[in-house]
Antibody, heavy 123, light 107 residues
Framework: QVQLVQSGSELKKPGASVKVSCKAS????????MTWVRQAPGRGLEWMGW????????TYAQGFRGRFVFSLDTSVSTAFLQISSLKVEDTAVYYC????????????????WGQGTLVTVSS | DIQMTQSPSSLSASVGDRVTITCRAS??????LNWYQQRPGTAPKLLIF???NLQSGVPSRFSGSGSGTDFTLTINSLQPEDSATYYC?????????FGQGTNVEIK
């Protein structure tokens, strides 16, 4: 079945870097874009951007430009999110999700989602 | 950017009740509106795509309607497992944006 499996929780100090992985299975990885969503503790969902899995071209939402980098390893059907110069306010659960186009209704939606990776930034 | 506003922010209802959540966009999104359910401690799950299309495997008590700027998610005959936060999301333009969420509690 179609599945996204993310790497485990991370505890980092301010100023450090972290790399979260999202491994896809059950479908052709390069046929669908991958999106990233952040959820701070007790807060809602925030779209961070997406990466074209064919070209590797990323698009970042405002607020996620500079310290956040999306990348791919298509040989192992895996997307990555790297965050550098971590701040306490980066503490959140980070989700990857496949973006699907349904031709019958000409619309996009997210599914499935990875299980989420908790990144905690604390001194 | 298209702003998505949900109401109410939270509600409490009894098993068997009919529940309605609304989502308003700051500009038209045509029918490009999706609904997700997020149970505590788990990832969001797609319920409805393109405003009114039920995702495979989702119980038929869930339904969506609307177009343009005003949308509704309805849960007919609320069940205990429907206790969750529900989010609308527009896919009309980039950046994709979510509503702030509606927390549904079972009385």
């Amino acid at each position: 079945q179609v599945q996204l499996v993310q790497s485990g929780s991370e505890l980092k100090k301010p100023g450090a870097s972290v790399k979260v992985s999202c491994k896809a299975s059950g479908y052709t990885f390069t046929s669908y874009a991958m999106t990233w969503v952040r959820q701070a503790p007790g807060r809602g969902l925030e779209w961070m951007g997406w990466i074209n899995t064919n070209t590797g071209n990323p698009t970042y939402a405002q607020g996620f430009r500079g310290r956040f980098v999306f990348s791919l390893d298509t040989s192992v059907s895996t997307a990555f999110l790297q965050i550098s110069s971590l701040k306490v306010e980066d503490t959140a659960v980070y989700y990857c999700a496949r973006e699907v186009w349904t031709a019958a209704v000409k619309s996009y939606w997210f599914g499935p989602w990875g299980q989420g990776t908790l990144v905690t930034v604390s001194s | 950017d298209i702003q998505m506003t949900q109401s109410p922010s939270s509600l409490s209802a009894s098993v068997g009740d009919r529940v309605t959540i609304t989502c308003r966009a700051s500009q038209t999104t045509s029918n490009h509106l999706n609904w997700y359910q997020q149970r505590p401690g788990t990832a969001p799950k797609l319920l409805i795509f393109a405003a009114s299309n039920l995702q495979s495997g989702v119980p038929s008590r869930f339904s969506g309607s609307g177009s343009g700027t005003d949308f509704t998610l309805t849960i007919n005959s609320l069940q205990p497992e429907d206790s969750a936060t529900y989010y609308c999301q527009q896919s009309y333009s980039t950046p994709r944006t979510f509503g702030q969420g509606t927390n549904v509690e079972i009385k």
